[in-house]
């Protein structure tokens, strides 16, 4: 990453609970160690503001896709490295958000937070595995819900086994050599 070229936004994937969001902000420690500028888009952050609007049906995790894309790829565009943390369970809504990146030349790093539900059901912070279990939630993914898993994602990391900070230096690597 250079100052006179376009930072990226890397897109981390995958099911609820799975570590997104601590590998997200040790993303993001890394790359402020380095001096690069950086900005953390969390999907539950963004469900309690930009996207209040917006539930777990299909049509509304598209529009919260389509949304996120766009800020990540404005911020990105600006020279901010750009780290999203979003669940974005179909491959249709994260290939339109690389397309979004695209139009605005922008890279855009797709990493899969590969982490099995049953650790994911375990962690279960937010409560929402069991609710959904117990009916009271419907539309979570992994649950009544699919997640197509990306089939060429730039980088598979484990969610869980290995210290988020030894995987943002790895997700780190791959942004510094892009």
């Not at 160690?33 to 953390?40: A, G, K």
């Not at 279960?124 to 117990?134: E, N, Q, T, V, W």
């Not at 009271?136 to 009544?144: F, M, R």
Request: charged share 25%.
């Amino acid at each position: 990453m250079s100052a006179n070229r376009p930072a990226q936004t890397v897109w981390l994937t995958g099911l609820s609970g799975a570590g997104k969001t601590t590998l997200a902000l040790a993303v993001e420690r890394e790359l402020l160690r380095l001096s690069l500028p950086t900005c953390v888009l969390d999907g539950d952050e963004l469900r309690r503001g930009l996207s209040s609007d917006l539930g777990l049906s299909r049509r509304d995790r598209a529009e919260q896709a389509r949304r996120v894309a766009c800020v990540a790829g404005l911020i990105s565009r600006s020279g901010v490295v750009a780290v999203v943390a979003l669940v974005s369970p179909y491959a249709e809504d994260r290939r339109r958000a690389r397309v979004i990146h695209e139009e605005l030349r922008v890279p855009f790093l797709e990493v899969w937070v590969d982490t099995p539900l049953a650790v994911c059901e375990e962690r279960d912070a937010k409560g929402l595995y069991a609710r959904a279990r117990s009916g009271e939630l419907s539309g979570l993914t992994g649950v009544d819900a699919p997640y197509e898993a990306p089939e060429a994602p730039a980088l598979r990391v484990p969610g869980y086994g290995e210290a988020p900070e030894n995987v943002a230096q790895e997700i780190v690597e791959l942004l510094t050599r892009s």
